[in-house]
């Protein structure tokens, strides 16, 4: 799930999801992602409406975890989902990009925790808007409806809002993680 992109659209994206309960990490992630070929997303693992991957063992049991995905795209699980559909340089930056967080994890002088308090950061507002607009701009390509069109732009609307205050409250979080997975369970 590294070597692709959302829906064949969101070509420098790598999304990490787990940071919510170990904070510790995200100045960890930005030190090693390499931002000429990577555009780093923040989301909590709470968007994905279940458990898709082996992190959920971890996630259930309260062990820090991060999954690391491009996404879904048009060819997953398909056959036409071959080793020359990969993006071999964006799948080599983000393997570089999960050995330094390993590397720095195993030079930690303690074992890093689990915050029972998920932090959720304003990143995660941006990595939604960005997506949401990448998305919007490759409407016909991605057969998106008028009904999914409104409910994003609408949804922008208060993402911009957010991002213009550089202010994520509480409060407003179940909304928006509600939108991103009714359309990416919709649209993908």
């Given at each position: 799930?590294?070597?692709?992109?959302?829906?064949?659209?969101?070509?420098?994206?790598?999304?990490?999801?787990?940071?919510?309960?170990?904070?510790?990490?995200?100045?960890?992630?930005?030190?090693?992602?390499?931002?000429?070929?990577?555009?780093?997303?923040?989301?909590?693992?709470?968007?994905?409406?279940?458990?898709?991957?082996?992190y959920?063992?971890?996630?259930?049991?309260?062990?820090?975890?991060?999954?690391?995905?491009?996404?879904?795209?048009?060819d997953?699980?398909?056959?036409?989902?071959?080793?020359?559909?990969?993006?071999?340089?964006?799948?080599?930056?983000?393997?570089?990009?999960?050995?330094?967080?390993?590397?720095?994890?195993?030079?930690?002088?303690?074992?890093?925790?689990?915050?029972?308090?998920?932090?959720?950061?304003i990143?995660?507002?941006?990595?939604?808007?960005?997506?949401?607009?990448?998305?919007?701009?490759?409407g016909?390509?991605?057969?998106?409806s008028?009904?999914?069109?409104?409910?994003?732009?609408?949804?922008?609307?208060?993402?911009?809002?957010?991002?213009?205050?550089?202010?994520?409250h509480?409060?407003?979080?179940?909304?928006?993680?509600?939108?991103?997975?009714?359309?990416?369970?919709t649209?993908?």
């Open positions: 799930m590294i070597g692709r992109s959302l829906g064949g659209v969101c070509t420098k994206h790598v999304f990490v999801m787990g940071s919510e309960h170990g904070p510790w990490v995200r100045p960890v992630l930005a030190r090693f992602t390499d931002s000429a070929r990577l555009t780093l997303g923040t989301l909590g693992a709470d968007v994905l409406l279940i458990d898709r991957s082996d959920g063992p971890f996630r259930h049991r309260r062990i820090p975890f991060l999954f690391f995905s491009t996404g879904e795209n048009p997953y699980h398909r056959i036409t989902d071959r080793a020359d559909t990969i993006d071999y340089p964006k799948t080599e930056a983000i393997s570089r990009l999960i050995h330094g967080v390993i590397k720095d994890a195993l030079v930690r002088p303690t074992i890093p925790g689990w915050s029972t308090v998920p932090e959720h950061p990143e995660e507002v941006l990595t939604i808007r960005e997506v949401f607009k990448i998305m919007l701009e490759h016909e390509e991605l057969k998106i008028g009904a999914q069109s409104f409910i994003m732009r609408g949804t922008l609307r208060t993402l911009d809002a957010i991002a213009e205050r550089k202010t994520y509480v409060s407003e979080r179940p909304a928006i993680i509600r939108v991103a997975q009714g359309i990416l369970a649209v993908f």
